[in-house]
C-alpha cells in the first residue's frame, strides 16, 4: 500500500496557498518519499515579492521591543520543538541526527542574538565643527530599513542559515522572500510557522519554493527586491551579482578551507578536532577542513593518528544517533566525488583511507601528496575527503593556503607566537584562526570570505548594518 506523503503550500502574505504544480521530495538517505513541495510560478513568486514590498512599511514602523519580542517567542518555540526540528534536517538534508540537533541549538542562538541586537539598532552624532563652515550645525545618523531582502539559502544548514537571513532582516526592520534549497524546504516552511505563531505582521516573511530559474531569478531581477542574501556556489553567486544591478549584494560563497600544523604541536590533541573538521556532515560545509599542510617533522605521525581516528567513524541511517557520516545530498555528488578522487590516484596522489561508496554514502576519504592543481585540492570538493600535505616551513605553507581562488577561513596550530603572527598577517582569507580548525563557527562573529568566497559579512549585527542604510540627519541652529 503506498503511503501517503503531506502535500506543503507556498507561504505568501500571511496564508498557506496551494500551488500550481508539485514535485515529490526524497530523502537522499533512503530515497523515500517525504513530502509534496510545491514548484511555483512566476506569478506567485511576484505575489510574495508584492506582499512582502506592501508589508514593508508596517514591519519598518514596528517598535524594536516588538520586533525583538517576536524572535524571542520564534526561540522559545524552537526550544519547545527542537527535537522534531532536527528530525526534519536529518531526513531532508540526511545530516546525522547528533549533528542536526547541534544546528537546532546553534539556531536557536542566532534568533536570540537577532533579538538583543534588534534593540541596538543605532547611529552616532558627528561633530560638524570640526570643519570650516560647520559652526552652529548638529548632525547625527541613523540606520533605517533597506526595504525587501530576498534570501537565497543552500541545503547544508537548512534552518542556521535561513536564520542568518531572517534574523538580522526582522531584527532591522525589513521584510522577506525566501527560497530555501529545493533538497530542504521542510526547515524553512516549519520556521514560518514558527514566525505566523509569534505574531509576524503578514507580508513581512514569505517562502516560496522551486526552481532557480524561475524564483530564484525573479527574486533576483524583481526591482521591488532592495537586497539579495545569498549563500551557495561562486558559480550561482557570480550570476546573482551580474543580474542584480544595483541592488545591495551579500554573497557567501565557497571555500577549500585549510589548517597548518607546525612542528611542536601535540598532535594526539588535536587529531580529534580535524577529523570532526573534515568529516562534519560528510563535508559539505562551507568552512569544512579539506586541506592539511604538516610540517614534515610531524607529518607521518599526523598521518598515522588521523587515518587511525578517522577509521573509528560509523557511516550509516542519519536517524540512528551513532551515525557519524551518512548519504551526501545527492548520487550525482558521489560521483563527481569518485570522479575527482580517480583524477588524483592517476595523477599520483594516493588514497590512505576511503574512496569507495556504500549507496549514497561516501566514506571518509583520506588523500596524500595531491597536488595543488588537482580538483580535491583547488576546488571545493563538498563531500568526506581531506588531504594531507608536508610542507617544509610554515612560509611555505602559507603560499599554499593561499594559492586559491577562494578565501574564507583558515587555521594555524603552532605554539609560536611569531608563527601565529605571520599567520594572521599573511593569511589571505576572511578568517584566521589561531590553534583551531577553519570549520570553527559561533552566530554573532563577523563571517565571510574574500575572492571567490564572497563578499559582505554575516553574524546577526554585521549582517543588520549590510541589511540597514545609514541615514545622515543635520540641524542648523542658525535659522
Not at 119 to 127: D, S
Not at 208 to 227: A, E, H, N
Request: proline residues 5%; glycine residues 8%; contains cysteine.
Amino acid at each position: 500500500m503506498k503511503t501517503t506523503v503531506e502535500k506543503k503550500k507556498l507561504y505568501i502574505n500571511g496564508e498557506w496557498v496551494d500551488a500550481k504544480s508539485y514535485a515529490t521530495l526524497t530523502s537522499p538517505y533512503s530515497g523515500e518519499a517525504l513530502a509534496e513541495i510545491p514548484i511555483a510560478t512566476e506569478e506567485e513568486v511576484e505575489q510574495a515579492i508584492a506582499a512582502a514590498y506592501e508589508a514593508r512599511k508596517e514591519l519598518a514602523s514596528l517598535p524594536a521591543y516588538k520586533r525583538a519580542e517576536i524572535l524571542e517567542k520564534v526561540v522559545a518555540q524552537l526550544q519547545e520543538r527542537a527535537e522534531e526540528a532536527a528530525r526534519i534536517i536529518a531526513l531532508e538534508a540526511a545530516k546525522p541526527i547528533t549533528t542536526a540537533k547541534g544546528e537546532i541549538a546553534r539556531t536557536i542562538q542566532t534568533y536570540k542574538f537577532a533579538a538583543e541586537e534588534a534593540k541596538r539598532i543605532h547611529g552616532e552624532t558627528i561633530p560638524l565643527d570640526a570643519a570650516p563652515g560647520g559652526e552652529n550645525r548638529v548632525a547625527f545618523t541613523v540606520r533605517e530599513p533597506i526595504g525587501v531582502i530576498g534570501a537565497i539559502t543552500p541545503f547544508n544548514f537548512p534552518m542556521n542559515l535561513v536564520a542568518h537571513k531572517l534574523g538580522p532582516a526582522i531584527a532591522s526592520g525589513n521584510t522577506v522572500v525566501l527560497k530555501p534549497a529545493s533538497q530542504t524546504p521542510l526547515s524553512a516552511y516549519f520556521i514560518a510557522e514558527l514566525f505566523e505563531k509569534a505574531g509576524l505582521p503578514k507580508g513581512a516573511l514569505n517562502v516560496v519554493t522551486g526552481s532557480g530559474r524561475t524564483v530564484g531569478d525573479k527574486i533576483v531581477t524583481d526591482p521591488l527586491i532592495s537586497m539579495i542574501t545569498f549563500t551557495g556556489s561562486p558559480e550561482v553567486g557570480i550570476g546573482i551579482r551580474n543580474k542584480a544591478g544595483l541592488k545591495r549584494v551579500t554573497l557567501e560563497l565557497g571555500s577549500n578551507s585549510a589548517v597548518i600544523v607546525d612542528e611542536q604541536v601535540d598532535i594526539d590533541r588535536i587529531i580529534p578536532r580535524c577529523v570532526f573538521g573534515a568529516f562534519s556532515f560528510q563535508g559539505q560545509v562551507c568552512i569544512s577542513l579539506q586541506r592539511i599542510y604538516v610540517h614534515e617533522k610531524r607529518y607521518d605521525e599526523f598521518v598515522e593518528k588521523f587515518i587511525a581516528a578517522a577509521k573509528q567513524l560509523k557511516a550509516g541511517d542519519p536517524l540512528d544517533p551513532n551515525t557519524d557520516v551518512s548519504a551526501l545530498i545527492t548520487p550525482k555528488d558521489v560521483d563527481r566525488a569518485l570522479a575527482w578522487i580517480e583524477e588524483a590516484k592517476q595523477g599520483g596522489a594516493k588514497v590512505a583511507l576511503g574512496g569507495e561508496r556504500d549507496g549514497n554514502i561516501l566514506l571518509p576519504t583520506v588523500i596524500l601528496d595531491a597536488q595543488p592543481t588537482m580538483k580535491v585540492s583547488c576546488q571545493e570538493v563538498f563531500a568526506p575527503i581531506v588531504l594531507i600535505n608536508r610542507v617544509g616551513s610554515i612560509e611555505e605553507a602559507i603560499e599554499l593556503v593561499n594559492d586559491s581562488r577562494y578565501g574564507l577561513q583558515a587555521g594555524v596550530y603552532t605554539d609560536n607566537v611569531h608563527v601565529a603572527w605571520e599567520a594572521a598577517e599573511k593569511l589571505h582569507v576572511g578568517g584566521v584562526l589561531i590553534n583551531d580548525i577553519p570549520t570553527f563557527r559561533v552566530d554573532h562573529m563577523p563571517y565571510g570570505g574574500v575572492k571567490e568566497s564572497g563578499f559582505g559579512r554575516e553574524g546577526i549585527r554585521y549582517a543588520i548594518e549590510e541589511m540597514t542604510e545609514l541615514k545622515l540627519v543635520i540641524f542648523n541652529r542658525n535659522r
